[in-house]
T-cell receptor
Framework: GQNIDQPTEMTATEGAIVQINCTYQ??????LFWYQQHAGEAPTFLSY????GLEEKGRFSSFLSRSKGYSYLLLKELQMKDSASYLC??????????FGAGTTVTVRA | TAGITQAPTSQILAAGRSMTLRCTQD?????MYWYRQDLGLGLRLIHY???????GKGEVPDGYSVSRANTDDFPLTLASAVPSQTSVYFC??????????????FGPGTRLTVL
């Protein structure tokens, strides 16, 4: 089976930076996704990495190291609306997504 | 465009009853998926369809069935519901096979309670 680990919860202050780590062990690798999910809502796509390195998209950046089975999502200049769950998902050799349990980020004023 | 719609939004179902969760997409995506999301477990794949007319089993298929008669619709049926099927069900779709990132896009979900 697939094994995707990420912290359960993180808390940060408005305006600060938070880094959410994700480690994975999967059968094959065809890309890593980060999704944001507000309480009671659907997951929405944030970022995609398939090659090693950093992908930047506004206040959000995602990093991938395939050799280490490691990714992180960096949220900068945190805003209250960033309070949500962040899901790490890996696409395996069968081209199916396996999700981590999610990291709940709470932004405090 | 609506993207992906799911119905019903929520449902309370007696154990042993059958139910079909509906999912429709208007993006002409090839692939569609059904997930369940349970606290502490994340999203788990139930069934998928890479193209109309084909379906496959995911990680947790037991107790569920699907069909894909056309591109737009992908219903999920519980033949005889059990309390362990209480969950939030998300339908998703992706382009699949077009050479892009094949990002999956999710519907709003159906909250199902089996008593």
């Amino acid at each position: 089976g697939q094994n995707i680990d990420q912290p359960t919860e993180m808390t940060a202050t408005e305006g600060a930076i938070v880094q959410i780590n994700c480690t994975y062990q999967t059968s094959g690798f065809n890309g890593l996704f980060w999704y944001q999910q507000h309480a009671g809502e659907a997951p929405t796509f944030l970022s995609y990495n398939v090659l090693d390195g950093l992908e930047e998209k506004g206040r959000f950046s995602s990093f991938l190291s395939r050799s280490k089975g490691y990714s992180y999502l960096l949220l900068k200049e945190l805003q209250m609306k960033d309070s949500a769950s962040y899901l790490c998902a890996v696409r395996d050799g069968d081209y199916k997504l396996s999700f981590g349990a999610g990291t709940t980020v709470t932004v405090r004023a | 465009t609506a993207g992906i719609t799911q119905a019903p939004t929520s449902q309370i179902l007696a154990a042993g009853r059958s139910m079909t969760l509906r999912c429709t997409q208007d993006m002409r995506h090839n692939a569609m998926y059904w997930y369940r999301q349970d606290l502490g477990l994340g999203l788990r794949l139930i069934h998928y369809s890479n193209t109309a007319g084909t379906t496959g089993k995911g990680e947790v298929p037991d107790g569920y069935s699907v069909s894909r008669a056309n591109t737009d619709d992908f219903p999920l049926t519980l033949a005889s519901a059990v309390p362990s099927q209480t969950s939030v069900y998300f339908c998703a779709s992706s382009e699949y096979g077009t050479g892009g990132t094949d990002t999956q896009y999710f519907g709003p979900g159906t909250r199902l309670t089996v008593l």
